[in-house]
Structures are given as structure tokens and as C-alpha cells.
């Protein structure tokens, strides 16, 4: 088992240089980088300076735009960060890469209620979930998919997509973000 990261490497300080090293490689500027992911040109440079801990659905906007996987700002490779969102709460476990993508996987909790809409990734990125509890509706807005326990769902998200738990109980899950090379 790896052992997790200083704790310097979870803090929305270093999550925010990330972003901006990464912005700053590809040449883009602060404005076109919050006007393409849809998000304030403010909350982006809160979130650059540290001092806005962004929610999951303002990290994949903003990693989509820059075509990398959210475990490149999020921390080292041995760390075990959890994100948050208006609904689903995701803790990294594992990222691995082979010769055609690189693959985040997570334990995906999603509470009851009302349900959270994540941008769209970049070009080809697939989700891969299997359902431990609960009845999950989750994938493209226009094509909702639904999973009960023992259940696995799969679709392409690189358009908007959402997450819901129907019912009263929580959904307990495995997610499986495959991001393909460019």
C-alpha cells in the first residue's frame, strides 16, 4: 500500500498551482480558460490563488479545457484525495495508465436528493460505474442510464452527464474514469 502525500499536496493551494502551471503550458489566458469550462473568471482565480476550494463539477470543467485527467491537479499519484459536489463525494484509489489512456478509479458515494450535472470531459473520456447499494441514475442528460445494485453502467462523457440517487438510500459505487491519449 502507498503511503499518502505531505499534506501540503491536498491543500487548495497546491491544487491551484496545479491549474495554473497547467493553464500557463498550454498558453492560455485566465479569461479563455474560465469562459471555455463555464465558470467565473473569479472563481478561477480564487481557485489559482487558493483561496476557493472548488467542487468536483468546477474541477472536471476546468481539467476538461486543459485535456488532462482531474488526478493532475488534484495531487501526487500516491494520494487519496476525496472530492465533493452537489451530490456525488469521490475518493481517489488508484490511477494507472497504460500505453492508450490513463484510468482514475474511485469509491463513489451519492446521497439522496437532489442530483448533481457534471460537464463534459474531453473527447472520448468513458465512465465505467458498478453499483455496491442503492439505484443510481447517471450518464448523458439527454439518456439517463439506471443501475440497482450488481448493476454497471457505461457511457461516453464527453457531453454533460448527471448523477442521481433514486430513492431514499444512499448509492454506494466504484467509478471508472478512462481518459484516452491524445
Known amino acids: 500500500m502507498a503511503t499518502a502525500p505531505p499534506e501540503r499536496d491536498r491543500t487548495p493551494?497546491?491544487?491551484?498551482?496545479?491549474?495554473?502551471?497547467?493553464r500557463q503550458e498550454r498558453g492560455m489566458?485566465?479569461?479563455?480558460?474560465?469562459?471555455?469550462a463555464g465558470?467565473?473568471?473569479?472563481?478561477?482565480?480564487?481557485?489559482?490563488?487558493?483561496?476557493?476550494?472548488?467542487?468536483?463539477?468546477?474541477?472536471?470543467?476546468?481539467?476538461?479545457?486543459?485535456?488532462v485527467p482531474l488526478t493532475a491537479v488534484l495531487s501526487g499519484p500516491?494520494?487519496?484525495?476525496?472530492?465533493?459536489?452537489?451530490?456525488?463525494?469521490?475518493?481517489?484509489?488508484?490511477?494507472?495508465?497504460?500505453?492508450?489512456?490513463?484510468?482514475?478509479?474511485y469509491r463513489m458515494r451519492v446521497a439522496p436528493g437532489p442530483g448533481q450535472l457534471s460537464p463534459a470531459h474531453q473527447p472520448g473520456v468513458t465512465e465505467h460505474i458498478t453499483v455496491f447499494a442503492g439505484v443510481l441514475r447517471a450518464g448523458p442528460v439527454d439518456a439517463p442510464l439506471t443501475a440497482a445494485a450488481g448493476d454497471h453502467l457505461r457511457w461516453t462523457s464527453d457531453v454533460p452527464?448527471?448523477?442521481?440517487a433514486l430513492g431514499d438510500e444512499e448509492v454506494r459505487a466504484s467509478l471508472l474514469l478512462r481518459y484516452p491519449r491524445r
Request: net charge negative; no cysteine.
Open 13 to 22: 493551494e497546491e491544487v491551484g498551482r496545479r491549474v495554473r502551471a497547467l
Open 161 to 164: 452527464h448527471s448523477y442521481a
Open 78 to 105: 500516491a494520494a487519496t484525495p476525496t472530492v465533493r459536489g452537489a451530490a456525488v463525494s469521490a475518493t481517489l484509489l488508484e490511477v494507472f495508465t497504460d500505453t492508450d489512456a490513463t484510468y482514475e478509479l
Open 29 to 36: 489566458s485566465l479569461s479563455t480558460l474560465a469562459r471555455l
Open 39 to 67: 465558470v467565473g473568471k473569479a472563481t478561477l482565480s480564487g481557485l489559482e490563488n487558493g483561496t476557493r476550494n472548488p467542487t468536483l463539477e468546477t474541477l472536471y470543467a476546468v481539467t476538461a479545457q486543459l485535456g
